[in-house]
Each structure stands twice: as C-alpha cells, then as structure tokens.
Nanobody, 127 residues
Framework: QVQLVESGGGLVQPGGSLRLSCAAS????????IGWFRQAPGKEREGVSC????????YYSDSVKGRFTISRGTAKNTVSLQMNSLKPEDTAIYYC????????????????????WGQGTQVTVSS
C-alpha cells in the first residue's frame, strides 16, 4: 500500500524556520520524482518545490526560491523541505506527493501532475 506521511508542521514567527519531512512506505521513493505542494484557505493547491529521481533536477516556485530547500533525507525513503525566512504568506497546509516527470526527467511540479498524496501538515506563520 502506497503511503506518504508528512510531519514537522507547526506555528512559527515570521523570519523563523521549519523543517518538514515526508516518509514513504509501500514503494521506493528514490525511483520517483517527489514534491512539496501547499494550499492556503481559498486558494488552489500549488507546487512549492519538486525534485526528480536524480538530485540535481530540483524546482522551486518563485515565491520560495532562495528560502526553501528540498532534499532526500538521510533516513531511507524520506524527503524533507527546509523552510527558512518564513513569511505569513507561507501559511498553508503542506503536502508531499509523488509527481510525474517530463520526457527529460524534469519533475512536473503542478498539482494536476501528482500521482499520490500525503495527508498534509499545517504550517502557520504568525506573530
């Protein structure tokens, strides 16, 4: 059974940091493109950061570039999202997902391209 479980969300002040983790089971995560998506109230789910099965093909949305870093975890079958310099507009439910890739193995970081989702973890940035 394919399962993705996120952890690490919480309440943080503006300028603070959080590290989200996603643990996969039922399949080998390293064979697939994986990504982090988020959905704020009243907004569509958007791709935040994705990476292909090879670590050098990472994508970041313009809104998080330079602040967030995606990485495959040292623990087997995990992926992390390090979020620094958090802003109130980063407040959302964050989901990890397996996503499709292009013919050149570029991860497709849009919600409609996702194949399997975790249950999400809430991130709230507020003073």
């Amino acid at each position: 059974q394919v399962q993705l479980v996120e952890s690490g969300g919480g309440l943080v002040q503006p300028g603070g940091s959080l590290r989200l983790s996603c643990a996969a089971s039922g399949f080998t995560l390293g064979y697939y493109a994986i990504g982090w998506f988020r959905q704020a109230p009243g907004k569509e789910r958007e791709g935040v950061s994705c990476m292909g099965s090879s670590d050098d093909s990472a994508y970041y949305s313009d809104s998080v570039k330079g602040r967030f870093t995606i990485s495959r975890g040292t623990a087997k079958n995990t992926v992390s999202l390090q979020m620094n310099s958090l802003k109130p507009e980063d407040t959302a439910i964050y989901y990890c997902a397996v996503t499709r890739t292009s013919s050149h193995n570029v991860p497709l970081c849009t919600a409609t391209m996702a194949l399997a989702w975790g249950q999400g973890t809430q991130v709230t940035v507020s003073s």
